[in-house]
């Protein structure tokens, strides 16, 4: 069922161009026509640890697509990791696979960060992940990219029974920014949650799709992504949820609600449901729209000045998102990084 | 001294107001009553500045400033302080949030030196106490689920801590019980002062047996028809506004 393309830097036919449907929305053949020359070995040493630095854990880090240490991890017991995600190029491409694998019983908190220095540069991120029987994984993305920057990152996530995998993704977006994740139920009981925050600006966009595929019973699937965006920038929601045959007692919840805050600015959402097995339990809910003037006024007129009254309701919108999120130093470091870029 | 002279408000293409004349000063009560549909609230957008009310001609001024230049934020900071009618809900912003920002926002338009959260919190007990109000609901989002008459509160809760100078209560007392229409009459009734005006705005006689003005104004038509004391509003409680209504006519 993969509805998605192999994507290789090296080779320009690989790049989908908007003629693919899961593409549709960020044609990147038409932002970029030739391979990219590849990214040099960034000499330049690392600096500070990244947003995640304060919780500690150990760090995973690759630069311009080349590991620093291990590019897999096994995981047993109860695992911190801060997987950095370093661009340091200018004009070029370079790409990268990380590979987790998370024992049975065991606790994952993944930290991953995309760190963008430079300009105008293209990565391809792909990330494997398997959550093995009764494992709990959290993984929680925030992106930092230059506006002229290009990333693609792909996501594929199985889990097996009873298995927990919860996601958060914020992003401010790139030139063209792709943030997939394709997570599979390949047994009985599993827990998904996969939820993002998009706050775009200027000419930026963020595309965040997903698919998830109920392949086994009684999973459960919860998905909240609220985004914001400004000036002309354009922010992409594409979600699939996939019950299959014989998939029965899935649970699965899909809402998208976004805020258009600039006349020029754009929202596609594309919620997609489809339904192969009886007994399930399946909703999405999508909606776009605009402050509440009435709520502006009621806030100014106690005072507080318009574009702080804005940052204030924008800021209470998109925190549901974040106040889902479990690990409560990760919460906070998130509940920053979001008020500092509203 | 609040001064509104002449003013003439539209919304949209539609006159509400047409050329109100009405001066409150300082340390006094005006009670503003009038039929449905007289531009009762239209007068209390217009004073604080809500975008789609504004004035076509005429003057607004407070204290000797003139208010309709400014955004409803500096009006807020000059101490123009407009109690909804209907409280508006505001989702993911705690109730203690919001007016500590409202607070020190004013504060810092004003100059002043902002409020220290402890400081901020030992203020808030002391005037949700007065008010009989429950501490917890304000970690709540403001207003979200609130019953009509814990709105009414939170908003003299604010009153309280913004001590605002000019105070403007659009139908206060809509959607009260006794009870609550009471405690929030003893609220306001607990802001009077001699540097303070009031506008209540209300089409009942009722809201003035607990907050007693020390004129009445009969708003019809988008003018002042007639003004007197006390009595008018229980003249008007007898009679109606029916004579007021044909004379604007």
């Known amino acids: 069922m993969n509805a998605f393309p192999l994507i290789d830097l090296k080779d320009a036919s690989s790049f989908p161009s908007r003629r693919v449907e899961a593409w549709k929305y960020s044609d990147l053949r038409r932002h970029l026509r030739e391979a990219p020359a590849p990214s040099p070995s960034a000499t330049v040493p690392l600096v500070g640890g990244g947003p995640f630095e304060a919780l500690g854990g150990e760090a995973m880090v690759f630069v311009n697509g080349r590991a620093v240490g291990e590019t897999q991890m096994m995981v047993s017991g109860d695992k911190m990791v801060r997987l950095r995600l370093i661009s340091r190029a200018q004009g070029t491409g370079h790409a990268l696979t990380a590979r987790l694998s998370v024992r049975a019983g065991a606790k994952l908190l993944l930290l991953e960060s995309h760190e963008g220095h430079g300009s105008a540069y293209v990565a391809h991120n792909r990330l494997e992940l398997d959550v093995a029987r009764g494992a709990e994984v959290t993984r929680i993305v925030l992106t930092d990219e230059p506006a002229d920057a290009m990333s693609i990152t792909q996501a594929q996530v199985r889990v097996e029974a009873g298995g927990l995998y919860r996601q958060t993704i914020l992003t401010t977006g790139a030139k063209l920014q792709r943030l997939e994740t394709q997570v599979t139920h390949r047994a009985r009981g599993a827990d998904v949650r996969l939820d993002g925050v998009y706050v775009l600006s200027g000419e930026r966009q963020a595309d965040l799709t997903s698919v998830v595929d109920h392949v086994a019973a009684d999973g459960v699937t919860s998905q909240l992504t609220k985004g914001v965006v400004r000036d002309t920038a354009r922010g992409v929601f594409q979600g699939k949820i996939v019950v299959e045959r014989g998939a029965d007692g899935t649970d699965a919840r899909m809402g998208h609600h976004a805020l258009i805050l600039g006349e020029r600015a754009e929202i596609d959402a594309k919620p997609e449901l489809e339904i192969y097995a009886d007994d399930v339990q399946c909703a999405h809910g999508n909606t776009v729209g605009n402050l509440d003037e009435a709520a502006l006024f009621y806030m100014q007129q106690r005072g507080i000045a318009a574009d702080e009254a804005r940052a204030l309701l924008t800021q209470a919108f998109l925190i549901e998102v974040v106040d889902r999120i479990v690990h409560e130093g990760a919460r906070e470091v998130v509940r920053e990084w979001l008020t500092a870029r509203l | 001294m609040l001064s509104i002279s002449n003013l003439h408000v539209s919304v949209g293409d539609k006159p509400i107001l047409k050329g109100l004349t009405l001066d409150v000063p300082a340390g006094e009560v005006h009670a503003i009553m009038g039929p449905n549909g007289a531009g009762k609230s239209t007068l209390g957008y217009a004073v604080a500045g809500r975008p789609g009310y504004e004035a076509t001609q005429g003057g607004v001024s407070w204290k000797g400033e003139d208010l309709l230049g400014l955004e409803p934020a500096e009006r807020a900071a000059k101490g123009v302080f407009l109690s909804f009618q209907y409280p508006i809900e505001i989702p993911g912003v ?49 207003n979200v689920g609130f019953s009509g008459g814990e709105k009414k509160r939170m908003e003299i809760l604010q009153m309280a801590l913004l001590e605002p100078s000019l105070l403007i209560l659009d139908e206060t007392d809509s959607g009260l019980d006794i009870d609550a229409l009471r405690i929030v009459a003893e609220g306001v009734n607990a802001l009077r002062s001699p540097d303070r005006a009031m506008l209540v705005i209300t089409h009942y006689q009722r809201l003035l047996d607990y907050i007693k003005p020390d004129r009445v104004h009969v708003l019809a038509g988008g003018r002042i028809v007639a003004s007197g004391g006390p009595e008018l509003a229980l003249q008007l409680e007898a009679e109606g506004y029916d004579k007021y209504a044909m004379e604007a006519a």
């Open chain 2, 94 to 142: 705690p109730a203690l949030t919001f007016v500590r920002t409202a607070l020190n926002a004013q504060k810092r338009a004003r100059g002043e030196e902002e409020v220290t959260a402890p400081a901020f919190l030992k203020m808030v007990k002391a005037a949700s106490t007065a008010l009989k109000m429950d501490f917890d609901m304000l970690k709540r989002p403001l």
